[in-house]
């Protein structure tokens, strides 16, 4: 690891403090964000985090224009 990018990770790390640790932070916040994760994880564990340990519906890709 270069000295710019081993930099780059130390004030990173100074920031970790200032993630929410709120103990419902992996809970959905947008109207769709519970569908949208389901659809890519599956269904949550009885904590109801999404851990993407089963499988999943496949998600159809959207069209190319």
């Given at each position: 690891m270069n000295?710019?990018?081993r930099s780059a990770q130390?004030?990173?790390v100074d920031y970790m403090k200032n993630?929410?640790?709120h103990p419902d932070v992996h809970r959905a916040t947008e109207p769709d964000e519970d569908q949208v994760l389901r659809e890519l994880y599956g269904e949550p564990d009885d904590d109801g985090i999404f851990r993407a340990d089963g499988p999943a519906e496949p998600v159809d890709d959207p069209p190319e224009s």
């Open positions: 000295e710019v990018n130390a004030r990173e993630v929410d640790v």
